[in-house]
Nanobody
């Protein structure tokens, strides 16, 4: 059994910051890629940021310069530092882990950006 536990979602004002965390536990070996996705009401789930086992990161254009993804390999944990948040960032954020042929998803954490 593999579990992904996300935390850090909250209500924040525009321009504010949040840090999301996702810890993977259980029988998981050799994580290749750790990602953050998000899904806003009525919209499709979209990839926000990803980081490889070697530390190479990629971001969707709309969050570049504002979001930073990082990982702690020893703890099987991935983080998403979100700065200068905008109302358009409001969504449920999901952690995704790719380990070989296996893909795991977290339960999601709500981020709401509103004044």
């Amino acid at each position: 059994q593999v579990q992904l536990v996300e935390s850090g979602g909250d209500l924040v004002q525009p321009g504010g910051s949040l840090r999301l965390s996702c810890a993977a536990s259980g029988s998981i070996f050799s994580i290749d890629v750790m990602d953050w996705y998000r899904q806003a009401p009525g919209k499709q789930r979209e990839l926000v940021a990803s980081i490889t086992s070697g530390g190479s990161a990629n971001y969707r254009q709309s969050v570049k310069g504002r979001f930073t993804i990082s990982r702690d390999t020893a703890k099987n944990t991935v983080y998403l530092q979100m700065n200068s948040l905008k109302p358009d960032d409001t969504a449920v954020y999901f952690c995704n882990v790719v380990a070989g042929r296996n893909i795991y998803w977290g339960q999601g954490t709500q981020v709401t950006v509103s004044s």
